[in-house]
T-cell receptor, first 111, second 111 residues
């Protein structure tokens, strides 16, 4: 157990809808990174939040956005969902961004 | 050329033998190297990290790093059926926020 929690566990949406995924970081960690993992692939970096500020972004469109709260928990928001957004969304907690510990993930299915 | 490359496998190893997993990376400035284990339907679990050239041992696991050859490997001694999983290699560049993952190697330990 890493102490990183994510909700919900599973989610089914339709194309065009919006979704919010949540992550609580491990106690003492101030950095949250989000990754998207398609079936059969390694995780792809979406963005990272450090002390409530975005601290790096991967090659994802602006409809992927996020927030980090004062308690270091975080949200990932995806607007205008597309079929290709179906994936496992992973939140990783760390102290300053180096050794990252993953939560259980949210499985998103877009129909 | 992919930033981090792994043989996707499947790699089949008899129980009790040594499993050897390999990874190459393209960014010579990379500083931190990680191995994650991912069981089917679960999130990645950190099993080893290494920063310096040479070997690092933790129980049955040994990580090996050769920065000159841009190569990192994971050895699993006395392989057990419970080691059957996908192993993800991840690399973090100097000053970078993100982990870059390979696509993973699927390992099967045969009783």
């Amino acid at each position: 157990e890493t102490g990183v929690t994510q909700s919900p566990t599973h989610l089914i949406k339709t194309r065009g809808q919006q979704v919010t995924l949540r992550c609580s970081s491990q106690s003492g960690h101030n950095t949250v990174s989000w990754y998207q993992q398609a079936l059969g692939q390694g995780p792809q970096f979406i963005f990272q939040y450090y002390r409530e500020e975005e601290n790096g972004r991967g090659n994802f469109p602006p409809r992927f956005s996020g927030l980090q709260f004062p308690n270091y928990s975080s949200e990932l928001n995806v607007n205008a969902l597309e079929l290709d957004d179906s994936a496992l969304y992973l939140c990783a907690s760390s102290l300053g961004g180096d050794t990252q510990y993953f939560g259980p993930g949210t499985r998103l299915t877009v129909l | 050329q992919k930033e981090v490359e792994q043989n996707s496998g499947p790699l089949s190893v008899p129980e009790g033998a040594i499993a050897s997993l390999n990874c190459t990376y393209s960014d010579r400035g990379s500083q931190s190297f990680f191995w994650y284990r991912q069981y089917s339907g679960k999130s990645p679990e950190l099993i080893m990290f290494i920063y310096s050239n040479g070997d690092k041992e933790d129980g049955r696991f040994t990580a090996q790093l050769n920065k000159a050859s841009q190569y990192v490997s994971l050895l699993i001694r006395d392989s057990q059926p419970s080691d059957s999983a996908t192993y993800l290699c991840a690399v973090r560049g100097k000053g970078a926020q993100k982990l870059v993952f390979g696509q993973g190697t699927r390992l099967t330990i045969n009783p």
